[in-house]
């Protein structure tokens, strides 16, 4: 999941003089001003790299994991730059840019999610436009994409379905490194296709979005023929939600909440449209293993659960006899 916010009263994110001690969150209606100096505004009188400094301590009080991170984020996104271009700059932040890096600076410590913010998230070697409706991608996810990748080695010109796409993160992400597969994304939500397709035509990449309920908008003629089904299901348990940071529900519910629902339809259903040997990869929260690898095992054969880069039960992998 996307890192989290502790949610506090009573915060202002961009301190009227510089990022300091006040906890109560308001954007700023001018950018900040040095006493007694007659420079315009504090931002503009620092390097990039010290506003920085500031607004990771501030972000981190305000509960924000990995706050340097997301503050050299959001700055790259309000200059319009890359990191090492950010870094390398010597003038500070003109008032516009003061004023919109504040409050991005409010919005994230008031717990909207970073790439509502910026408007993208890197998946891979792509980066993929993301907007609010529409479920984000999580960097954990591309342990799945790995795995059906790795499922997908000796198949030339595979054919592979993403079911519940989202952004199309992980169609798109798997197209981008096969190249030679024939990719088919599918998403219920019509705000999630519309974009799947946008993200789809800016990269350039030969993906079939299609919108309906898991495998049934696909074409008849691939029954039989699809080698890989690959699904980042809703796994989230309804009690569990609302222990969740709140970047993270701003996520679609119906995203996010199913328990283990779609995984044991997708292993009712893929079967149908699995060529014999090819393979179901689906993302479940760890306490789940047990039960989708049973649903599994009734019509699956080498049924195997990988763990993330955090060592927890992550992804699943079966095949079909």
Not at 171 to 188: M, N, T
Not at 276 to 295: C, F, H, K, N, S
């Amino acid at each position: 999941m996307a890192s989290s916010s502790r949610s506090t009263s009573s915060r202002r994110c961009w301190p009227a003089r510089s990022i300091r001690s006040s906890r109560r969150c308001s954007p700023p209606s001018a950018p900040p001003s040095l006493r007694g100096t007659g420079r315009p505004e504090v931002v503009g009188s620092l390097r990039p790299a010290d506003v920085l400094r500031r607004a990771a301590a501030y972000l981190e009080r305000h509960g924000v994991e990995s706050a340097r991170a997301e503050a050299e984020r959001l700055l790259m996104h309000v200059l319009g730059t890359d990191r090492a271009s950010l870094y390398a700059r010597s003038d500070g932040l003109d008032a516009r840019q003061a004023r919109m890096f504040g409050r991005a600076l409010c919005q994230r410590c008031s717990g909207t999610p970073l790439q509502h913010l910026t408007g993208e998230q890197g998946f891979r070697r792509i980066a993929v436009e993301v907007r609010p409706g529409v479920f984000v991608p999580r960097p954990e996810t591309e342990v799945l994409v790995e795995r059906a990748l790795e499922a997908l080695v000796e198949v030339e010109a595979p054919v592979v379905v993403d079911v519940g796409t989202g952004s199309g993160a992980i169609a798109l992400a798997i197209k981008d490194e096969r190249p030679d597969a024939r990719v088919f994304a599918i998403d219920g939500s019509p705000e999630a296709v519309e974009l799947a397709r946008a993200n789809a035509a800016r990269l350039g990449l030969e993906v079939t979005v299609l919108e309906g309920d898991l495998l049934s908008p696909l074409p008849d003629e691939l029954r039989g023929w699809v080698d890989l089904v690959v699904s980042n299901p809703p796994y989230v348990e309804p009690q569990e939600f609302g222990d969740l940071p709140p970047e993270v529900r701003a996520d679609p519910v119906g995203a996010l909440v199913g328990g283990t629902q779609v995984h044991e339809r997708l292993a009712a259903e893929a079967p149908r449209w699995l060529r014999d040997g090819g393979a179901l990869a689906v993302e479940i929260a760890a306490p789940q293993r047990e039960r989708v690898a049973a649903a599994l095992s009734a019509s699956f054969v080498d049924v195997r659960v990988d763990r993330d880069l955090a060592g927890r039960d992550r992804v699943i992998v079966a095949r079909r006899p």
